[in-house]
């Protein structure tokens, strides 16, 4: 399994750089987490728009969602006969969800349908499940499996759910780091390099990799705090594939 970072900074990224998105590739299956502002331009340069397998949303928060809105036009332009693509976006009641619906022309290009937070879903032999964090907004972490390799992402998440039993074995562990402590910085429903580090070791997972920084976070702190607690810890680098 490989894992490619299209954008790893929130609410805005700095010049050049992009919001949280990640490219998942396991035997032809390609899934998308996440699509934040900047995100689609880069997915193009990883996989053609015709064998985008679905797209996983793990909450409605724009930085999340902004890009999104524009891959009904991706679709339609550079793979006009595949089937609708499948966006699964929480079920919930936040208007913002309207922004993933694809517009009367786009509908022949995407559908949008409810993340199956419960159940989990497979897409041929990948799986995936859910677990639901501590986030304002509702928000949901994801396990993804191909059979050998597992994958972790947190999406945004604070210490007020233990999301250790979810992660616990995975291969990699991509865990939010918005802020650290070093810079006295600290929101609710988001997480410390630190404390993502502690998530990982708790889970025992074999690597972690730090994402969701704000851009006023100095990476190199945050990598040094994360490693005292975690050692096989390292910041995510936008489009850097890794294998899983
Ligand atoms: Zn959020
Ligand atoms: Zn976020």
């Given at each position: 399994?490989?894992?490619?970072?299209?954008?790893r900074?929130s609410?805005?990224?700095?010049?050049?750089?992009?919001?949280p998105?990640?490219?998942?590739?396991?035997?032809?299956?390609?899934?998308?987490?996440?699509?934040?502002?900047?995100?689609?331009?880069?997915?193009?340069?990883?996989?053609?728009?015709?064998?985008?397998?679905?797209?996983?949303?793990?909450?409605?928060?724009?930085?999340?969602?902004?890009?999104?809105?524009?891959?009904?036009?991706?679709?339609?332009?550079?793979?006009?006969?595949?089937?609708?693509?499948?966006?699964?976006?929480?079920?919930?009641?936040?208007?913002?969800?309207?922004?993933?619906?694809?517009?009367?022309?786009?509908?022949?290009?995407?559908?949008?349908?409810?993340?199956?937070?419960?159940?989990?879903?497979?897409?041929?032999?990948?799986?995936?499940?859910?677990?639901?964090?501590?986030?304002?907004?509702?928000?949901?972490?994801?396990?993804?499996?191909?059979?050998?390799?597992?994958?972790?992402?947190?999406?945004d998440?604070?210490?007020?759910?233990?999301?250790?039993?979810?992660?616990?074995?995975?291969?990699?562990?991509?865990?939010e780091s918005t802020?650290?402590?070093?810079?006295?910085?600290?929101?609710?429903?988001?997480?410390?390099?630190?404390?993502?580090?502690?998530?990982?070791?708790?889970?025992?997972?074999?690597?972690?990799?730090?994402t969701h920084f704000?851009?006023?976070?100095?990476?190199?702190?945050?990598?040094?705090?994360?490693?005292?607690?975690?050692?096989?810890?390292?910041?995510?680098?936008?489009?850097?594939?890794?294998?899983?």
């Amino acid at each position: 399994m490989l894992v490619t970072v299209l954008g790893r900074y929130s609410p805005y990224a700095p010049a050049g750089g992009a919001c949280p998105g990640f490219l998942v590739q396991s035997g032809g299956v390609n899934l998308m987490l996440d699509g934040g502002n900047g995100t689609v331009s880069r997915l193009q340069q990883q996989v053609a728009a015709a064998d985008l397998t679905a797209v996983l949303v793990s909450h409605l928060h724009p930085d999340h969602t902004a890009d999104l809105h524009s891959l009904q036009y991706l679709m339609a332009h550079q793979a006009p006969d595949r089937e609708p693509l499948p966006v699964y976006a929480p079920d919930v009641a936040n208007p913002d969800r309207h922004w993933l619906e694809p517009t009367s022309f786009g509908a022949r290009w995407i559908r949008l349908l409810p993340l199956p937070v419960d159940e989990g879903i497979a897409f041929g032999h990948v799986r995936v499940f859910f677990a639901r964090t501590d986030h304002p907004e509702p928000c949901w972490a994801m396990r993804i499996t191909d059979g050998s390799r597992t994958l972790v992402y947190t999406a945004d998440t604070g210490t007020g759910v233990d999301l250790a039993p979810f992660a616990a074995g995975a291969d990699l562990l991509i865990a939010e780091s918005t802020f650290v402590a070093a810079n006295g910085q600290r929101r609710k429903g988001h997480m410390l390099a630190a404390e993502a580090a502690d998530l990982a070791r708790r889970a025992g997972v074999k690597r972690l990799l730090l994402t969701h920084f704000s851009p006023h976070t100095p990476i190199a702190e945050a990598e040094a705090e994360a490693r005292a607690v975690f050692p096989a810890a390292e910041a995510a680098v936008e489009l850097r594939t890794y294998l899983v």
